[in-house]
């Protein structure tokens, strides 16, 4: 019978949720009003009860014999309960020595204090190895807690003795794996990880500041986190494989649960299981990308490379889908296959669409990064050589090619909605990649072409603006999934347009003067231009080839934003009464009509003289 209970204990491993647990006790006894001696009284109290259930007391006075806990003696998960209060007890000690002297100036109490952390420590440092791998006592993600909180009670130890590297690394692991272990399981779990995450987070930037690792002042926890990855010894390849494999085997069980995707106000069935889970997949891994908001660009590009390749992984299995699918429907036509051939069809659709809006956004961080260095703040006259408009140009070029192929996806067409957002949005890129190879332009003193690429960029504007009414009666599909362009971004591109031309004409009036101010509309008339050449990717090594079409005075038809210089206006003369000054003022009227050849004759019937005159002032 023993043999046959402890191959049943070998089947069913254990479950301890150390977060759950010590979340639950922590916030119900006293820690959310700081009182560490009702949390330790509790905790004494729970170890009494768990001991008189298993039957595992000490004894009393002369009859009592410390029990030590072993991988043998673990024949129930409330054993494990033991070691997990144990450690918090002796930690709630800690904190509440600490919490009841201020600076711990005392050696004794300082020492008191320390002990108890490095008891709280060494018995979450049993608990770790009675959830091992190797004991098989309990699965894989109490494994993994375990880890984590035996890492996390060493790390408060090493930081109070001020071994800020060391403390660094436990910190570092064990946030590590609460970042990982909040992708595999429920939402309570995520954010009892989350939360944990977020405790640890000002130990690690303290310790980074002590070892000044800061960058321009600021310590940047995930790059922490990564650099002490980095560091480790190979067992951290091994922690990692195993919380990869606890990811995928939760990504399974919730794959099971995926019936279906929304997408478009449509809903397309998963009938593949592998299809199914290399979907959930990806869209993890994009959620992980929006909570990267305040993260670095390289960390942002990192994750993108990811999201990709989780995409491209999905991709491979619906091609598969598609083909086994073409097979069946080889042998046996039905209504249903057809209709299970229509729905992987736009299943692929929707993979590819959502594959090509993360590549748009990648592209479009990129562009952000060299717009910055060029005229943002990171802008400086020793930046880098190798950053020019011509990087910018790329890039929305990159963009404009995407939409492209976003267009010709299939049943992207029937969808109308979706069509005329991306029609605007690629009309407004379009636009971009007109004004920055316009600024690539000007920059190389070339003011002609510059201004007929602004005037082609406003072209585009005009047609947004034209279709902006239109497209608001009909509304967006999906707010979170809509290319619809808004009127805020309308008019930041309209006004930067404005702005640089009326550089650019500037620039050229002060080169040519006044008659190469004047010539100017004649050499914008003059250009032969081909629309079609705008398109073509190899961008950068054709600036020279680069069309535009012409608004200027010679053609009317099209409106011309500025010209430069604007031509005289005239304005209301000041009021008599404003100008006071000129009656205090003796002026030899004489002398100045003698210089502007006016003779004395005609001053004096010009002058204000009479009564009236010496009251108001001669004008």
């Avoid at 109290?45 to 806990?69: M, N």
Wanted: aromatic share 8%; hydrophobic share 35%.
């Amino acid at each position: 019978m023993q043999v046959d209970q402890t191959n049943a204990n070998k089947g069913t491993p254990y479950t301890l949720d150390i977060l759950s647990l010590t979340s639950e006790a922590r916030n119900s006894y006293g820690l959310r009003r700081q009182e560490y001696g009702r949390y330790r009284h509790h905790c004494t109290q729970r170890l009494h009860r768990i001991r008189k259930t298993l039957g595992f007391t000490h004894g009393k006075d002369k009859s009592f014999a410390t029990r030590p806990i072993t991988a043998e003696t673990v024949t129930d998960e409330k054993y494990l309960h033991l070691m997990l209060f144990q450690a918090e007890r002796a930690w709630g000690y800690a904190m509440e020595i600490k919490a009841l002297s201020v600076a711990l100036d005392d050696t004794r109490k300082q020492q008191h204090y320390m002990n108890r952390l490095k008891k709280a420590a060494k018995t979450a440092g049993e608990l770790e190895a009675l959830c091992s791998t190797k004991s098989g006592k309990v699965d894989v993600r109490s494994t993994l807690d375990a880890q984590a909180y035996s890492a996390l009670m060493s790390g408060y130890v090493l930081f109070e003795a001020q071994q800020w590297q060391g403390a660094l690394e436990k910190f570092s692991a064990a946030r590590a794996i609460y970042d990982k272990l909040s992708l595999a399981g429920t939402s309570h779990q995520e954010a009892l990880c989350h939360a944990a995450m977020d405790e640890i987070d000002p130990n690690i930037r303290f310790c980074g500041y002590r070892l000044r690792l800061a960058k321009d002042g600021v310590v940047n926890v995930e790059e922490l986190v990564k650099m002490s990855a980095a560091n480790k010894a190979s067992g951290s390849d091994v922690l990692m494989r195993e919380i990869e494999h606890l990811i995928a085997q939760t990504r399974q069980e919730k794959a099971q649960d995926l019936e279906s995707i929304q997408w478009r106000s449509k809903t397309l069935p998963l009938k593949n299981p592998k299809l199914a889970t290399a979907i959930l997949a990806a869209q993890e891994t994009a959620a992980e990308l929006n909570n990267l908001q305040g993260a670095t660009s390289e960390a942002k590009l990192e994750q993108f490379d990811k999201v990709l390749q989780a995409y491209a992984e999905a991709e491979k299995h619906v091609k598969k889908a598609l083909k086994e699918d073409a097979v069946a429907a080889a042998k046996v036509k039905s209504s249903k296959s057809e209709q299970n051939t229509a729905d992987l069809n736009m299943i692929a659709t929707y993979i590819n669409y959502s594959s090509l809006r993360h590549v748009i956004d990648r592209n479009l961080l990129l562009a952000k990064d060299v717009y910055n260095k060029l005229e943002g703040d990171e802008a400086t006259t020793d930046r880098n050589e190798d950053v020019h408009y011509q990087n910018l140009v790329k890039a929305y070029d990159n963009v404009v090619q995407n939409l492209t192929a976003i267009q010709e996806l299939p049943g992207v067409v029937a969808d109308t909605i979706l069509t005329s957002e991306v029609e605007s949005k690629l009309l407004y890129y379009k636009a971009w990649r007109c004004f920055f190879t316009a600024t690539a332009y000007s920059k190389l003193s070339r003011h002609v072409e510059a201004i007929a690429l602004f005037d082609r960029a406003q072209s585009y504007a005009t047609q947004i603006r034209s279709g902006l009414g239109r497209s608001s009666s009909h509304g967006a599909g999906n707010d979170t999934d809509s290319f619809k362009v808004t009127e805020k971004e309308l008019q930041e591109i309209e006004s930067k347009i404005r702005g640089r031309k009326c550089q650019v004409h500037a620039a050229w009036y002060l080169e040519n003067g006044q008659e190469g101010g004047d010539g100017i509309e004649d050499k914008l008339s003059s250009m032969s231009l081909d629309e079609k050449s705008l398109d073509e990717p190899a961008l950068i090594k054709r600036l020279d080839s680069y069309p535009t079409s012409i608004t200027s005075k010679a053609n009317p038809t099209v409106p011309h934003l500025v010209d430069f210089p604007p031509a005289l206006q005239p304005i209301p003369a000041k009021p008599l009464f404003f100008d006071i000054a000129f009656n205090h003022m003796d002026y030899n009227h004489d002398a100045l009509a003698e210089r502007a050849g006016r003779p004395k004759a005609a001053q004096s019937e010009s002058s204000g003289g009479g009564w009236f005159g010496s009251i108001w002032g001669r004008k």
